[in-house]
């Protein structure tokens, strides 16, 4: 692009067809301004009305281990923690908790764990197939980086999802945040996620400790390209416990022009509200759903253990009770004027593939709502 950048034609782009320049996404990162920084906010949000509609899918998180084997330098579960109390669900725990979750009309539970090899992979298909026997939940698995043959085998025993947040597509950032991993080693798990047909998410952090403008526009270039079915954006919060410990957390505004921006240039995919925006004000999850994002995920974790789950310190809804959680969440939804989803939500990018298209109104090019008066330069 050549000459002055003008606000309102980068976000007609954004409504059209989200084909943005990386020099167009550092200029909506760089905005300040907050008319400015509502106005992409409000772009995200038509192009989710258009190629989303209105459901905000609720998915149910069961964190059921804290121990882990990396030590990674932004997270409270590091190995190096010693600390943190650590706790292990038992298979049955957790099947029953996935039953219970089922009869309350949840219909998706994701398992997230640290990378934690006392479950080994047969030990986790053998729980999965359980769940899938006695419950019609989607399941979404959230367990690190695992060798290919054994992301195939929880695949065949019926798992539908799997995040696994590429956290940085920079390179050299990813290696000061992962000391004992391997940006190649990521990248070639999310790409093998994808060849086995899971459906594949995605997703990093706002504001650790280094990070620049030009690096979030790597993660934009990178789920632009990469286009996951799931996106998972929120900001980094520092954890005592970690070489981080005492950094400033990210930002709200920056977190909220990532998940807008990873909006529009994915168009459908599923966006969840963070906790962690929401750990940072209290209102982040329903600013985020004004933003582009159409998933929540509440803790629906023991409260005994939930507690240990300690990635950041200071997580919201930590020592709610699952019960209030459960009213709560569809509060929030109906509070900003959308609908609670009740099907699983799966992928919209493997329906469009399939040529099924479900909940929302597909079409090219949007008209353009009042964003910003007509015209506002800005370089």
Known sequence: M????????????????????????????????????????????EVRKVHCGEDVHIRALVEFSNHCRRNCNY???????HDLARYRMSVDEIVELAVTLFHKGLMTIVLQSGEDPFYHVDMLSDMVREIKIKTEMAV???????????FRTLRNAGVDRYLLRHEAANPELYARLHPDSRYDERMGCLA????????????????????????????????????????GIGPFIAHPNTPYAGSLNGELDLSLKMVALARIVTRNALIPATTAIGSIQDDGREL???????????????????????????????AEDPVHCHSCMRMRILSVDRTVAEGAGHSRKKADQAGLIPGCRKREGIKSPPL????????
């Open 140 to 150: 979404t698995m959230c367990v690190g980086e695992r060798p290919h043959d054994e």
């Open 75 to 81: 997270c409270g579960l590091r190995r190096g923690n």
């Open 192 to 231: 093998g996620l994808r060849d086995l047909g899971f459906q594949v998410g995605a997703g990093s952090m706002v504001g650790v400790p280094g990070q620049t403008l030009e690096h979030l526009a790597d993660d934009i270039e990178f789920i632009r390209q990469f286009q996951p079915d799931m996106v």
């Open 2 to 45: 050549g000459g002055a950048v003008h606000l309102d034609d980068v976000l007609n782009t954004c409504l059209q067809s989200g084909s943005l320049a990386r020099e167009e996404i550092l200029f909506l990162l760089s905005r300040q301004d907050s008319a400015e920084i509502d106005a992409i906010k409000r772009c995200a949000d």
């Open 372 to 379: 910003l008066p007509r015209r506002k330069s800005l370089v």
């Open 288 to 318: 985020a759903l004004q933003a582009g994002a159409d998933v929540v995920m509440p803790n629906y974790t023991p409260l005994q253990y939930r507690v240990h789950y300690e990635i950041y310190p200071n997580k919201r809804c930590i």
